[in-house]
């Protein structure tokens, strides 16, 4: 019960992260956020797809798709796994991270729980390191209310960089504003100030004399800068990922030469 | 580009890499992580403020008492045994007048035929073949579903299943196996093959397996209305819905200890190994919603599990009747299978037409109990089966039932092989088929032990 085929899918470990079938859709959307935040409520409540909702702790595995419209334009929504990082400690951090850094979504919604803001910001920083094209919605904002939690939306703001949207997706609060938001990011007619982590100068200094290597090698298709950080750390994982991805736009069946994924 | 060139490029700063970071000089992961989380604590300092201090915190005094190490366990067996007495007794009424509607349509259906000169066995193949069993399993099982499904979505809604697999962990953790177990052990109590393709959930393969091959312990949907029947028969005379709530619940307790039991065995000696550990995080309660509780158990479960039944009981039905009405010699298939199974059944403390109702019952439980009243009943006769009196009758009266059989029978349910659906998935989901044999052979083991046990030692002590 709940637990779908298309919930807990055994292909979750190799996944394709290409944009996959983007037919009909005007722009893809990828939603993050913490486990227990309702994002499954925000997929269920845009797209009116008939999936499952509840507590299951790791319910969402794979990732669910739906459509939604939104001023005639069509949008398709990711659902990535409900995750606290995106260092990949496991399956589902890697599938959520992998799916930001490789499928290049046009807009990515971060869903926070209100009530414990400083946990689910943790991701969003980790998420803008990835893509600047980020919306945060900060949901149960109801809840948050009862339990007396008052959040400067505006400062929030001005710290991120990037817009942020409060909803209550149970009862539907703020998902017009949400979805106004999403279409303004995907489009580019909302431009961004990414608030992006600086590290220690050491760090700093190493990943100056990487970063331009990596643009050469894989041209401005991925961001260069996160993908610096990740070979510093060795992650044998997204170096993977990274050739597989390239591997696969350079397949002459995939069109011209080192074109970039649309 | 090229392949070739592409590998040698992140070769080449992989390379680079190790000269900047030499032997991980630098601990990028710690730097990171500890940035991060220094930023993100900096800006919701900023960004979050308290207005006054917050009212009662709910959420932790109701965790206080749902999760405390002394009123945890007796708080959820007194909400389980609350779900289960709302079932067992508003299930009765609509259960009755459902059977009774479906039994005048019966009697109708036979009258048409009658009046087209139909000839008898097509009577006796459509009408006391599938239809009966079909109006058995609707009859019998829809009451039950409709109730039972949407207290479990409230609980489920609410946020109170992360608790109870919270309770139990520890248990499962002493038995070798994963804490999560408790959550698809949970899911089993609605179908066993949801509750094996929930076991995805679990991350190591061995304790996936233990998992899986203990989930049917727990009675899914399709046994629960022959336990509460079974349960009411037992406690037939003082006739409360309590007596039989206490006998039901006393049984999926020992559903539960039995899968500890069969899962600490296991990780001891089939699939040796270590208990994994996860986090697991409580979620805040939340208020369910009514409109959207009622939708999903009643649409996404009750219809979807019933349908399902329909679907199995249908040919079902069929191949009973006509195993019921095809003599050799001078005694049906089914009587001769009876027989022959009758001194197992016998040492099992039940008798040889209970075991064929369950070798038969083999592709869905729910058929178990029509099966058995079609055996009684071989002689294909018109008795109206639409209340716990006829079934007293039939059982009691005219078969020799006691105590011990409907125990037994009940023990026997609850712990034998899992459905073909179930093993169907099973099979699917661990995609060997040594594993799937073992997941119907040490059930079956266990089951047979039990009545065994159970069945002589009553006899040698001469309770009955």
Redesign the interface.
């Known amino acids: ?3 779908t ?1 298309q919930s ?1 899918g ?1 292909g979750a470990a190799n996944e394709n992260f290409g944009r996959g079938q983007t037919s009909g859709a005007d722009y893809v959307i990828a939603l993050a956020g913490n ?2 935040t309702g994002k499954s409520t925000v997929f269920n409540s845009l797209t009116g797809l008939n999936q ?1 909702t ?6 969402t ?1 794979t990732r669910a798709e739906g459509f939604y419209n939104h001023r005639g334009l069509t949008f398709k929504l990711i659902d990535l796994p409900g995750t606290y990082s995106l ?1 990949a400690n ?2 589902e951090e890697q599938v959520a991270r992998d799916y930001l850094c490789f499928g290049r979504p046009d807009a990515t919604v971060v869903v926070l729980d209100a ?1 414990c ?3 689910n ?2 991701l ?3 998420v803008l390191e990835i893509t600047s094209r980020v919306v945060v919605c900060v949901n149960l904002v109801d ?1 948050a209310q ?7 939306y505006q ?2 703001t001005a ?2 960089g990037v817009p942020v949207v409060p909803t209550a997706a ?1 009862g539907g609060v703020g998902l017009d504003k949400l979805v106004e938001a999403v279409s303004g990011i995907a489009s580019g007619r909302i431009k961004t100030k990414p ?1 992006i ?4 100068e ?2 700093e200094a ?1 990943v100056q ?2 970063e331009p ?2 643009k050469k ?1 894989v041209g401005e298709s991925f961001n260069a800068r996160w993908l610096a ?1 990740r ?4 992650d044998q994982s997204v ?1 993977a990922s ?2 597989h991805s ?2 696969r736009n ?1 397949d002459p069946a995939n069109g011209v ?2 074109a970039v994924l649309v | ?3 070739g060139s ?2 040698a ?2 070769n ?3 390379e ?3 000269r ?2 030499p032997g ?1 000089s ?1 601990k ?2 710690d ?3 500890s ?3 220094g ?3 900096e ?13 009662i ?1 709910w959420d932790k005094k109701l965790d206080d008492i749902l999760t405390s190490r002394v009123f945890g366990f007796p708080s959820m067996l007194l909400l389980l045994a609350a779900v289960f007495w709302i079932t067992v007794a508003g299930a009765n009424i609509p259960s009755e007048m459902l059977a009774t509607g479906l039994f005048w349509l019966q009697d109708r259906l036979t009258e048409i035929l009658s009046w087209l000169h139909a000839p008898a066995w097509v009577n006796g193949f459509f009408v006391e073949g599938i239809y009966r069993c079909l109006a058995w399993v609707v009859s019998v099982m829809l009451p039950p579903m409709a109730i039972f499904f949407p207290c479990f979505t409230l609980l ?2 609410s ?1 109170y ?2 608790r109870i ?1 919270f309770n139990l962990d520890n248990l499962f953790k002493r038995a070798g196996t994963h804490g ?1 177990q408790s ?1 698809t052990m949970s ?1 089993g109590f ?2 066993n093959a ?1 509750g094996v ?2 076991c ?2 679990i ?1 190591s393969p061995r304790e996936r397996l233990i998992a899986m091959i203990t989930n049917s312990f727990v009675p899914c949907n399709g046994r629960f209305p022959t336990l509460i029947a079974l349960a009411s028969l037992l406690v037939m005379g003082a006739s409360t819905s309590f007596g039989a709530t206490l006998i039901v619940v006393g049984i999926v307790l020992f559903g539960i200890v039995t899968t500890l039991a069969v899962s600490w065995t296991l990780s001891k000696t089939l699939l040796k190994g270590v208990p994994s550990t996860f986090a ?2 409580l ?2 309660y ?1 208020k369910p ?1 009514l409109g959207k509780v009622i939708s ?1 158990s009643i649409h ?2 009750t219809l979807f599990v019933l349908r399902r039944a329909v679907h199995v009981a249908a040919p079902a039905g069929a191949v009973i009747w006509l195993m019921a009405n095809i003599h050799v010699g001078d005694l049906s298939i089914l009587a001769h299978g009876a027989n022959w199974l009758n001194p197992l059944g016998q040492l099992l403390g039940m008798d040889g037409y209970i075991l064929i109702a369950f070798v038969l019952g083999i592709p869905a439980n729910e058929i178990v109990m029509p099966i058995l009243i079609m055996g009684y009943m071989s002689t294909g006769s018109m008795i109206e089966l639409n209340s716990l009196e006829a079934l007293h009758r039939l059982f009691v009266v005219e078969h020799g039932w006691t105590w011990l059989t409907a125990l037994c029978m009940m023990l026997f349910s609850l712990l034998h092989y899992p459905c073909a659906t179930t093993l169907w998935t099973l099979h699917k989901e661990s995609c060997s088929l040594k594993w799937t044999a073992l997941a119907a052979l040490i059930p079956l083991g266990v089951a047979v032990t039990v009545c065994f046990v159970v069945a002589q030692s009553v006899r040698v002590l001469g309770l009955l």
């Open positions: 019960m709940g637990l085929r807990c055994s486990p227990n499952h509840g507590n299951w702790p790791g319910k595995v260092l496991s399956v009530t803001m400083e946990r910001l943790n969003v920083l980790q809840e009862r339990k007396k939690i008052v959040i400067d400062l929030l710290e991120l149970r608030c982590v600086r590290y220690k050491k760090i190493a004399v990487l290597k990596i090698l950080l070979i510093l750390d060795k170096l990274v050739g390239l591997d350079n030469e080192g | 580009m090229t392949r592409i590998s490029g992140l080449e700063l992989m680079e890499a190790s900047l970071n991980g630098l990028i992961s730097s990171i992580v940035t991060i989380y930023r993100a604590e800006i919701a300092e900023g960004v979050v403020s308290r207005q006054g201090t917050p009212r915190d489920e809604d946020g299943l992360p697999s999560k959550l899911m609605g179908c949801a393709i929930a995805r959930i991350e697991l995080e979620p805040p939340r919603q999903r996404d479960r």
